[in-house]
């Protein structure tokens, strides 16, 4: 199964628990502040995301959206 997330970068506190949660290790940070003066969240190898959605259960904010497809379509 193969997986995408997307992340509000202005909703994003910069607290680094999808960072911990990710299995793959996929998330780090921006490189760039967001408005509130966090450095955002974003996914780095996404092409390796699985849709597992531990990043998102884990955020506070709410700020990670996760896509999945099976494959069979
Ligand atoms: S959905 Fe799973 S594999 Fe994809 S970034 Fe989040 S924790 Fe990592
Ligand atoms: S868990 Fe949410 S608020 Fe915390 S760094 Fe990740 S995306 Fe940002």
């Known amino acids: 199964m193969k997986g995408m997330i997307k992340i509000d970068r ?3 506190k910069g607290c680094a628990y999808c960072i911990e949660a ?3 290790g996929l998330i780090s940070f921006e490189d760039e502040f967001n408005a509130r003066g966090f450095f955002p969240a974003c996914i780095k190898r996404a092409d390796q995301c699985t ?3 531990m990043c ?3 955020c506070p904010e709410i700020a990670i959206e996760v896509f999945r497809e099976d494959g069979n379509g």
């Open 22 to 24: 990710c299995p793959l």
């Open 10 to 12: 202005e909703l994003c």
């Open 56 to 58: 998102a259960a884990m």
């Open 51 to 53: 849709g597992c959605a």
